[in-house]
């Protein structure tokens, strides 16, 4: 990875930009003019691409000059998967492309975790558009009240990224508590590894936007998982979490016989102190 201000060992591996896996999506929930140019200053070599959350590109000031920024800063900018649910729901797909156009979107978000579209169509949908845009397909509902089964999941993720998606998103909403994810937050452990033994973990961008999650991803993928749904103050701690310079991976990226004995002065100082 670039830019980096000195040099450390044993610091994983990073894939430069623009880069297929290890990707970090940030969700833009309506950041003004000044506040994008500061978090381009400081994130943009770290982020891959950026998500107007929701439907916040219908009412955002300056939209299309913070769509030029993103660009001018390497950064791919796209429309929310519920703002593409607003214009399905009214029978407004054609408005919708020409939306994408007019503002010269190069990826696109297909879900429907707001409204029930029949799977059938909807991967029809992704294969029509990924014949002219990068796409991003979403599985999972935003209503927490809706199972979705593993083997639906699997399904449903292998068909979409078979009709054209270029990663197939895993929700988890903004706050993190549905999809993938019980109400507190935590993984839903089996359903993920169900997933995963079917579907290639580099081909799944994963909603993490709580710390927790993010670093259960990370010991469970490694640096270069793709993760989404962060929010602007947390690309460089996320960051940080990916090359093990925070406490909670600091020892993962480390050689074991480090590690080992790292944690034994540790364990020895501390029984120093209970004397």
Known sequence: MN????TLPYIPERSDKPRNQGITMMMDKGLGLRETEDFIEASAHLTDIVKFGFGTSYVTKDFAAKIKLYKEAGIRPYLGG??????????????YLRVL?????????????????PHKEKCRII?????????????????????ISPAKWVNSMKAELDAGSWKVIAEGREAGNVGVFRPNGTAHTMLINRIIA??????????????????????????????????????????????????????????????DRLKHVNDDEMDMNDE
């Open 198 to 259: 079917k579907v290639a973990p580099e081909s799944i961008l994963w909603e993490a936007p709580q710390k927790n999650q993010q670093v259960w991803f990370i010991k469970l993928f490694g640096a270069e998982v793709n993760l989404g749904n962060i929010a602007p103050n947390d690309m460089i701690p996320l960051e940080c979490l990916r090359l093990g310079l925070r406490g909670d991976t600091f020892f993962d990226f480390l050689p074991s016989d480090y590690a």
């Open 82 to 95: 519920t703002l593409f649910e607003a214009f399905y729901a009214r029978g407004c797909y054609e408005d």
């Open 101 to 117: 156009d007019k503002y010269d979107l190069d990826l696109a978000e297909i879900s429907d975790g707001s409204i029930i579209i």
């Open 3 to 6: 830019e980096l201000n000195f």
């Open 127 to 147: 294969k029509q558009l990924a014949r002219h845009k990068t796409v991003l397909s979403e599985v999972g509902s935003k209503d927490s009240g809706i199972m």
